[in-house]
């Protein structure tokens, strides 16, 4: 396999984004999705704007580079560079929220809906028996919230603030970060624009992630000509249905549509998914024509991000991984476990491979 530079990718319309969740704290499994997306060969792994999150994306990455570097060192020939990226929102948005419920007032007969639903086993029960949110786990998808009999799940939400974000670009290492808006918030995105412009130039991508709304594209519009010029690449990340892309088939469907919508837009910068994408997502992009090579990459979709879905496909390697180094009382680093660190790989590699593979051979159709 050879990985490739993320500026490639988008360029080449084939840049795969790992979506860790800007809520998930969850410092071990990201280490370890780092570790599996990168050598799968992802362009970009997404983080919450968190020092220990960052560090523990980064221990994962180094993990990465150490495997390739062994790699190289047996003759075998590729290069890496996936960009960390950090996201900060400019008012509520359910990215940013953890929920929270009081055990006490649960009725004793209560079935526990919640815990069954959660697709980050967030919901559990502690060694005294109460259950609770793990709060590191949860990253706000909201699914619990609806299914608790007694409407006693809440949630609480936070803001990630320039002074929070600057830091973090100047001194760990950020090379990329994703503003989180939506429809109708000029004036919130124009101030948190203002304050964050200055670090711009450090920056290799700035991503622009919103969902979709009757006025999206004269607000994309407006965002455009706040931001222009830019020094560096833009994506616009159409957030289809945040969150979702492990509950089924169908949920890709938004996240074309909204990727199809401002395509359509002509407004410039790159098109990248995100918001429901699984393993139907690319097939159902080739079906509709929109990975086409021989179109620039304001006519095509230029990349897929996978969030809920990336990790929920490994969870089953990462709850394993657990248990060994429990067990073992040994380091949780999927890389002293070969064959689960292989394993996750090719899972991993089952999500990654299909956009490269496609457009590469596209390319080559193109070519010959
Ligand atoms: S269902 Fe979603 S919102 Fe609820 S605890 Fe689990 S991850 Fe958090
Ligand atoms: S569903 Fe609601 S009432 Fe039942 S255990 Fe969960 S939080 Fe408590």
Redesign the pocket.
């Known amino acids: 396999m050879t990985l490739t530079d993320p500026w490639q990718s988008l360029k080449s319309g084939n840049w795969v984004k790992l979506i860790c969740g800007a809520s998930f704290q969850d410092l071990p499994a990201i280490r370890s999705l780092t570790l599996a997306y990168t050598l799968a060969g992802a362009d970009c792994i997404d983080v919450a704007a968190d020092p220990s999150v960052i560090n523990a994306a980064k221990e994962g990455l180094k993990a990465a580079q150490k495997l390739i570097n062994h790699d190289q060192n047996q003759g075998l020939s590729r290069t890496w560079n996936p960009w960390l990226m950090v996201s900060l929102n400019d008012g509520e948005d359910p990215h940013f929220r953890k929920a929270y419920?009081d055990?006490q007032h649960?009725?004793p007969d209560?079935?526990?809906?919640?815990?069954k639903i959660c697709p980050a086993q967030a919901?559990t029960e502690s060694e005294n028996g109460i259950?609770g949110v793990i709060d590191p786990r949860c990253y706000g998808c909201g699914r619990?919230l609806p299914?608790?009999?007694?409407q006693?799940?809440k949630t609480r939400s936070h803001t990630i603030s320039p002074p929070e974000i600057i830091p973090l670009i100047q001194s760990m290492g950020i090379e990329a970060i994703e503003i989180h808006t939506q429809v109708g918030r000029e004036d919130q995105f124009k101030q948190l624009w203002q304050a964050i412009s200055p670090t711009i130039n450090q920056l290799q991508l700035l991503a622009i992630s919103c969902p979709d709304s009757p006025h999206l594209i004269d607000y994309l519009r407006y965002l455009y000509q706040l931001i222009s010029p830019l020094p560096c690449p833009l994506i616009w990340q159409t957030d289809g249905r945040s969150m979702s892309g492990d509950i089924g088939k169908g949920t890709t469907h938004p996240a074309i549509k909204l990727g199809e919508k401002v395509l359509n837009s002509g407004i410039p910068g790159f098109v990248q998914l995100a918001g429901g994408t699984n393993h139907y997502t690319v097939p159902k992009l080739q079906e509709m024509g929109l990975l086409n090579a021989s179109k620039t990459s304001n006519q095509r979709i230029s990349g897929v991000a996978y969030g809920s879905y990336a990790r929920s496909i490994l969870s089953p390697i990462l709850e394993q991984l657990e248990n060994q180094s429990m067990s073992l009382n040994s380091p949780l680093a999927l890389e002293n476990y070969p064959n689960l660190l292989q394993q996750a790989v090719k899972i991993a590699d089952s999500l990654v491979s299909p956009l490269k593979l496609e457009v590469r051979s596209q390319k080559s159709e193109v070519r010959s």
């Open positions: 419920f055990y649960c009725p209560c079935p526990r809906p919640c815990e919901i259950l619990c299914v608790c009999p007694s006693l799940i």
